[in-house]
């Protein structure tokens, strides 16, 4: 392997760690500011209890996505150097406006939030979880807006006495076709991630107690499982019209990556989806598949019958555009994550399918194997986004900066180019393997931290201070906690 092949494995494997934390934290914010809600609204003592177990999770959680992250920065300059020189007046820009915007709303305000329990007025407290939840959105947004433009290049033209790409339009960046469609998505994948996150949980807990004969304790888990329910569904909902939305601009923007997706080697109208590939499915693209019929065509262009092309047909086209070249993704990734991607999902809709059923009238479930399918679904939604980026990403190789296909194709740039010309083998293989130890210890420590603080469970609210039987208390004054 050399340089570029072990600075991709580097990027690969620090970026996909990253992403296990980034859609539990954009999934999480807005269900804890929910349950705080609840109890602002209520003072029913279980929603406050949820929202500072869960809260203490979505904290965790934001400390290990905060120090992965900033790994991602360092590569660009360390590894990806002329990468950098080409794109960096455009993909700086997205970045920044992420680190000096997003960043330091969510930052500040989760401060306020985690000490100001005891400091602000309850509105106020409840505020700040808001801005959070904001903020971690507005983050992802601006972070899919400068992958976007590795996928679709737009306002930007190339100067091609610099040899570089220079930006025309911040707006037309931000507002890419490819993010409008991608951030929807990831949105709403992630609150899948975080209602499987809060339902498994509270599920698991709920049974465990029940079981044990304790229903009353059991009852304080019952409005977070609730709500996990309903943030899964709605999430489940959002993901499917998401991708939907997604797939038709893909095919548009990206054909080679989505027939690849379907292992769709020759063109074809009325193209089935396929479920199950046999034969070649190395970049010759010699398969026979078991599919639906005239499905892709309909995820392509909304038409049953629309011509969709496939592999051999789209490396032709590309090479007479691009100069001789293979510009096929590694088939075998490209369809596999994608099938896994939309597998691992149908574990997750059917823990909330039996939440729903086990929890209707008012009921709390008790059934040893809802116990078990709250733990095994618990990972399926990270499984999930994990197998998604892995398909976005390689699907795009071998392009580092994809060509825009419905624009002007001059701004591209192939992975193979982007690579630092002066950092050497041994040097990318000691800070891959310093890197990935790294971050198995972080995985352990992070694991465990977890596992820590939800076995524990809910602790018991705490007396408020002075505060009598409560009457007369107002919501606006500061509520003082005892510890």
């Not at 020189?85 to 709303?105: K, Q």
């Not at 005891?118 to 939840?133: E, G, Y």
């Not at 490396?315 to 555009?321: F, G, I, R, V």
């Not at 001789?324 to 909330?352: E, H, I, Q």
């Amino acid at each position: 392997m050399d340089s570029l092949d072990l600075a991709r494995w580097q990027f690969g494997i620090t970026t996909v760690y990253h992403f296990l934390f980034v859609p539990l934290t954009i999934g999480l914010a807005p269900i804890v500011a929910v349950l705080q809600t609840a109890w602002y609204r209520t003072q029913d003592e279980r929603w406050l209890r949820m929202t500072k177990f869960f809260g203490k999770l979505f904290l965790i959680n934001f400390a290990m996505g905060i120090v992965t992250g900033l790994v991602q920065e360092f590569q660009f300059g360390m590894n990806w150097s002329e990468y950098s020189r080409f794109v960096g007046d455009v993909f700086g820009a997205p970045l920044a406006m992420e680190a000096l915007l997003a960043f330091f709303l969510e930052s500040t305000f989760l401060g306020l939030w985690i000490f100001g329990w005891d400091r602000l007025s309850p509105r106020v407290h409840l505020a700040t979880i808001w801005i959070v939840a904001l903020g971690v959105n507005a983050s992802a947004y601006f972070i899919l807006a400068a992958n976007s433009f590795m996928q679709h290049p737009v306002g930007v033209r190339y100067n091609p006495e610099t040899r570089r790409a220079e930006l025309t339009s911040i707006v037309d960046v931000l507002t890419n076709s490819t993010n409008l469609t991608a951030f929807p998505h990831v949105l709403t994948a992630s609150l899948m991630t975080g209602g499987t996150f809060v339902l498994g949980i509270a599920g698991w807990w709920t049974v465990k107690l029940v079981r044990a004969g304790r229903s009353d304790e059991a009852d304080a888990y019952r409005p977070a499982l609730r709500v996990g329910v309903v943030v899964l569904v709605l999430g489940g909902v959002g993901v499917l019209a998401t991708g939907d939305a997604q797939a038709k601009t893909l095919f548009d923007q990206q054909p080679l990556k989505m027939a690849s997706a379907e292992a769709l080697c020759g063109t074809e109208d009325g193209a089935p989806f396929s479920l199950f590939a046999i034969g070649d499915l190395s970049n010759e693209c010699d398969v026979r598949s078991i599919g639906i019929p005239k499905v892709t065509s309909y995820l392509a262009q909304g038409d049953f019958n629309a011509t969709v092309h496939g592999v051999n047909d789209l490396q032709k086209e590309y090479s007479d555009l691009f100069g001789p070249g293979d510009y096929r993704p590694l088939l075998v990734v490209t369809y596999w994550n994608f099938r896994l991607m939309m597998g691992f999902a149908v574990l997750s809709a059917a823990l909330a399918l039996a939440a729903l059923w086990l929890t209707r009238k008012g009921r709390a479930p008790g059934s040893p194997w809802f116990s078990r399918l709250c733990l095994a679904a618990i990972p399926a939604p990270f499984l999930a986004n994990t197998a998604g980026w892995i398909f976005t990403e390689m699907g795009r190789q071998p392009w580092v900066v994809a060509p825009n296909l419905t624009g002007d194709t001059a701004v591209r740039m192939k992975t193979a180019s982007g690579v630092s010309p002066i950092v050497n083998t041994p040097t990318v293989i000691t800070s891959l393997v310093v890197f990935t130890l790294l971050y198995g210890i972080l995985a352990l420590v992070w694991f465990g931290l977890l596992r820590r603080y939800a076995g524990h469970g809910a602790p018991p609210v705490p007396t408020p201070v002075g505060s009598g039987d409560g009457e007369g208390d107002d919501k606006d004054e500061p509520l003082q906690f005892a510890y």
